[in-house]
């Protein structure tokens, strides 16, 4: 039996095919992958070198430690042990057979319960690592890699439980020269930051209705803000994530003066995200003031000196690295008005360096100074809270923040003499005081409002919040001169205020038109370029998109491409026209347009196509092998 059939092949105007989404997933699965696969069997630790630093005792170091400490001074948790240790000098280094190396380093300080590093020089090449483990492998940190790298050249390392760890770099064997690591210190915990023992009158800040404290779910955000942080290797106290009036979520860190974070010892901060127990601890109870089981596993590393008064006991730092991803952080707010806060004040804090508590004062406060004790002082330059009604503060809660009832940041924990075992005071640098000052690196107001805004009070700001996006699902496309040529713009939720839309480097006679502008964060917009006639055929043309908030820009690329010609004529191949006794499943092929993006084809039973037995579009090559 025959058949006739009339077969249409229409060339969609473009030059080449869009770069689809499915490419680029397939990619990043290939690569995952390829990072799964096994590594080469490295030579047995045992052939590693070994440092062994003399042993300490830990009595006597943590009986001295305690013989000192008092208000107004940071505790201390380890002892700097100095060294001075290379990988041109030091270590165990070995060339795998891919042509990868490898160096290796023991370290030992017996007695330890834990250890950390700081090195005085440190640079990491574009495709080097730095692990450090446990000799069994276990507590893995890192890998550090280049961007860990900063200006001040320096990296210090979060405590590694135990008296041993092993360095290990991978690198390959061009970049080794580049490699700078220069130990300088090992610093041996003689008190056991993991196991710190606390008053029992605190309470967990993991605590909530279900336990009978619904107080603390109104306050999961500022709560988010606080960590606890080592400095130096050697001390430890409180601090917190605060916002600025350009709310673009610049790592600024806060803390109490006293802990003696200055310009020189600034990047060996190293800060603790969510250490906190994992389930409440009923305050009064012998499991609150006995060790928690909080993790120190998402931190930050390094700073950089802004400011500092002593006057008011405040630190001003930028953490020197985006905070961890796994942070959930939050920006406080803060208040410098005059007048002291009343009813409902909370400080989060760890008491000790231990997992993070949360205290409550529903008494007024009022102003006072370091040197007053409790006392009132008209125009002092400190927050006295005469005591607390839930919980207290200890040593290691110092720089702790105080929030006033509206949640925003009225001092930093400067000391006094509230403890769990009775109903003193605590006193607070008080921030409207420390606002203003000879110099920016001694006042916050340079630092916390840039913007010149003068405002008195500022709401919080997670940092998602912060974290804008913008994002074109299609973003080449291609049109025949005159057209018009479309875009869809998803404009992220972070964006702060109305969103206004641009574009940068359209050839003459493209005009842009969007279909909502300005935009509201969240939204998606349509972007359509028109055509006019009188432009003619234009190769691939990149040119930009801009969004703008209030406080953030950002810009993705886009492509156009022009044609003026008219598609050329596409010959049927095969079956050839006219041909008779041809299957009613035809294989179509059809010559090739190499400026094809794609084909439309139609088949119908008159010439006039109005009898369609196949429609469709968006062939990819030139073949249709479906049946007709």
């Known amino acids: ?36 696969s096994p590594q080469p069997a490295l030579p047995p630790l045992s052939d590693v070198e070994q440092i062994i630093l003399p042993p300490l005792n830990n009595d006597s170091l943590r009986a001295a430690e305690l013989a000192q400490r008092k208000p107004g001074r940071a505790p201390h948790f380890a ?59 276990s507590q893995l940190q890192g890998p550090f890699t280049a961007a860990d790298n900063e200006d001040h050249n320096q990296l210090w390392t979060p405590v ?5 760890l092993v360095l290990e770099v991978r690198l390959p064997d061009h970049q080794r020269r580049e490699l700078q690591l220069w130990l300088t210190s090992v610093n041996h915990d003689f008190l056991d930051f993991h196991s710190l023992l606390t008053g029992s009158c605190h309470l967990d800040a993991v605590c909530g209705q279900e336990d009978g404290w619904g107080i603390l779910d109104n306050y999961r955000d500022i709560i988010q803000s606080v960590a606890v942080y080592g400095l130096g290797g050697e001390t430890f106290c409180t601090g917190f994530l ?52 909080g993790s120190l596993n998402v931190f930050n590393t390094g700073a950089i000196f802004r400011a500092g008064n002593n006057a008011t006991d405040f630190t001003l730092l930028e953490l020197d690295d985006p905070i961890n991803a796994n942070a959930n952080a ?66 290691g809660s110092s720089g702790a923040p105080l929030f006033n009832r509206e949640e925003k940041v009225v001092g930093q924990l400067h000391g006094g003499g509230a403890s769990c075992g009775n109903n003193s005071y605590d006193a ?22 840039p913007s010149g805004s003068n405002a008195t009070e500022l709401d919080g700001r997670w940092k998602t919040a912060c974290e804008v996006t913008l994002w074109i699902p299609q973003a080449n496309s291609s049109v025949c001169a005159p057209g018009q040529a479309t875009y869809e713009i998803e404009i992220g939720e972070a964006f702060t205020g109305a969103v206004q839309l641009s574009t940068e480097g359209l050839p003459p006679g493209v005009t842009p038109v969007f279909n909502n502008n300005p935009a509201s964060p969240g939204s998606t917009v349509t972007l359509t370029l028109e055509v006019s006639p009188g432009v003619g055929s234009i190769g691939a043309t990149d040119f930009i998109i801009r969004a703008s908030g209030t406080y953030n820009t950002l810009e993705v690329q886009a492509s156009l491409q022009v044609y003026t010609d008219l598609p050329e004529t596409v010959d049927l191949l095969s079956p050839l026209d006219g041909d008779l006794g041809v299957s009613l ?39 249709y092998g479906g049946a007709v």
């Open 242 to 293: 605060i916002n600025n009036t350009n709310e673009d979520c610049t790592p600024y860190f806060m803390t109490a003066y006293h802990c003696e974070v200055g310009p020189n010892n600034a990047p060996s901060l190293v800060a603790y995200w969510n250490f906190q127990n994992s389930y409440c601890r009923e305050p009064g109870s012998t499991a609150s003031g006995n060790p928690g089981n």
């Open 330 to 395: 939050y920006f406080a707010g803060w208040s410098r008005t005059e007048t002291p806060p009343q009813d409902t004040l909370i400080c989060v804090h760890h008491p000790d360096g231990a997992e993070k508590r949360v205290s409550f004062s529903f008494s007024e406060s009022y102003p006072g100074t370091w040197s007053s004790g409790s006392t009132q002082v008209p125009g002092g330059n400190h927050l006295i809270i005469p005591n607390w009604s839930v919980g207290s503060t200890e040593y």
């Open 428 to 449: 607070f640098g008080w921030l409207q005081a420390s606002w203003n000052g000879s110099s920016s690196i001694s006042r916050l107001s340079d630092w916390l409002d």
């Open 79 to 137: 002892q700097s042990r100095p060294v001075d240790l290379r990988p041109e000098s030091s270590g165990t280094w070995a060339r795998l057979p891919g042509g990868e190396w490898v160096w290796r380093l023991r370290i030992s300080s017996p007695g330890a319960y834990s250890i950390n590093l700081g090195f005085s020089a440190f640079y990491l090449p574009p495709e080097a690592q730095l692990l450090i483990s446990r000799p069994d492998g």
């Open 160 to 164: 590694l439980q135990g008296d041993e």
């Open 585 to 623: 499943a035809p294989e179509l092929n059809w010559a090739d347009s190499p400026s094809a993006l794609s084909y439309d084809l139609q088949i119908a039973q008159d010439s006039l196509f109005t009898n369609l037995v196949v429609s469709v579009s968006g062939l990819g090559d030139n073949f």
């Open 1 to 36: 039996m025959t058949s006739c059939r009339h077969i249409l092949v229409r060339r969609v105007c473009a030059l080449r095919p869009n770069l689809s989404v499915p490419s680029i997933s397939a990619f990043l699965i290939a690569i995952s992958l390829q990072a799964q």
